[in-house]
């Protein structure tokens, strides 16, 4: 089976790319490499034993694309490629919406064209907003997200689920909670751009010295040590949740045309955890300060993720230290490479 993996240098995408190597699949990457650098490409060959087909290119441009779909037999399509700086999309809304929208539809417009089904979107929890109740589960009412990002997932839904209805196609979205962590052979990570916004990559960061301070963004929150609460997620489970997702697209006695999962460990965990975690993972320190709330974040998220138990047979099974701990291992070999 020839999978299409767009996005495949990214974060999430790479750890992807390697677990459907290592499950047999053939893989072909599209990435334009906004966000990566192809020293990963090489990292992706070490780990899966085989180098993928590559191709550096912004799907929005559709002849190219034609041509990759017109050389290979493709089955299916992991979709990753999107832009997903939360606050770079309220200054960008409309770089957000035209990279992330018609990227998918001219992969869509591909799929229709060749009748080829199989199709995973990678969504967020984002597009439940702040939801009325925890853990959140799949039929959890859809809010608007504060950002312009976040709605490009949620309409990226949207577009999705028409799609499937009108041309009877399968199609799987899984909403990730937080992911976090490298690969256990620190040969991928994630790759921030600038000063991180996300907690991890910014802890990582003080703790190595890079930055001076980590601000916690609120301790008034309605939680029990006052700081926000999220669902951490292993990349490497998060990854193997794909190859599940997939082989249930492609089970031809899977009926279900619209797959929904949430994908998280059930677990919240606050963000001053997280900083006790790194500490006790690493045996290092990480410098704080307590500071105003963020603009937009909400109290508290977590999954409950045992709808992708059931129909899966997956669940996220790395605790936070041991995922904090391969962050940690990738910090130190980024450093190795500057
Ligand atoms: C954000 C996005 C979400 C996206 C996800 C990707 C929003 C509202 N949501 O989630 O759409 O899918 O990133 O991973 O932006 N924090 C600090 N100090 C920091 C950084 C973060 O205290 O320097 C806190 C935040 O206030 C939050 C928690 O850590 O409580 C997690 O933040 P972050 O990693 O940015 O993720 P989210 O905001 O949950």
């Known amino acids: ?64 694309l034609s041509q990759v779909f017109d050389a290979y037999e493709i089955d299916g399509c992991i979709h990753f490629a999107a832009y997903k700086a939360v606050g770079e999309s309220q200054e960008k809304p409309l770089d957000y919406y035209e990279n992330n929208l018609f990227s998918l539809i001219n992969v869509l417009q591909e799929f229709k064209a060749r009748n080829i089904s199989n199709f995973i979107f990678s969504s967020s929890c984002t597009v439940y907003g702040q939801a009325d109740k925890q853990p959140i589960d799949e039929n959890t ?22 799609y499937a209805i009108a041309y009877q196609k399968k199609v799987s979205l899984l909403r990730y909670f937080n992911p976090i962590g490298s690969h256990p052979t620190a040969l991928l990570g994630e790759l921030p751009i600038g000063v991180p916004n996300n907690l991890v990559p910014y802890v990582t960061q003080t703790a190595s010295g890079i930055r001076e301070k980590l601000s916690i963004w609120g301790n008034d ?16 489970d998060l990854a193997k949740a794909h190859v599940k997702a997939l082989q249930k697209l492609m089970n031809e006695k899977s009926e279900t045309l619209i797959d929904v999962y949430n994908l998280g460990t059930g677990k919240g965990s606050s963000v001053l955890e997280v900083v006790e975690a790194f500490e006790t993972a690493n045996e290092v320190k990480v410098p704080y300060q307590i500071c ?12 409950n993720p045992d709808k992708a ?8 099974d790395t605790s936070l230290e041991e995922a904090l701990r391969t962050t940690w291992e990738w910090q130190k070999y980024l450093q190795t490479k500057n």
Request: proline share 3%.
């Open 1 to 64: 089976m020839t999978i299409l993996v767009t996005g495949g240098l990214g974060y999430i995408g790479s750890h992807t790319v390697v677990e459907l190597l290592q499950n047999n699949f053939q893989v072909i990457i599209v990435d334009d490499m906004s966000n990566s650098e192809k020293f990963i490409l090489d990292n992706i060959e070490k780990i899966g034993g085989k180098r993928p087909v590559f191709f550096p290119f912004d799907l929005r441009r559709k002849e190219l």
């Open 141 to 162: 009412l859809l809010k608007m997200p504060e950002s312009s990002y976040g709605k490009t997932k949620q309409m990226g839904e949207e577009i999705l689920k028409d």
């Open 221 to 236: 929150y309605e939680t029990p040590d006052g700081t926000a609460v999220r669902d951490y997620i292993y990349v490497v």
């Open 292 to 303: 105003e709330r963020r603009a937009g974040d909400i109290t508290i998220a977590y999954a």
């Open 309 to 316: 138990e059931r129909e899966l047979g997956w669940k996220a």
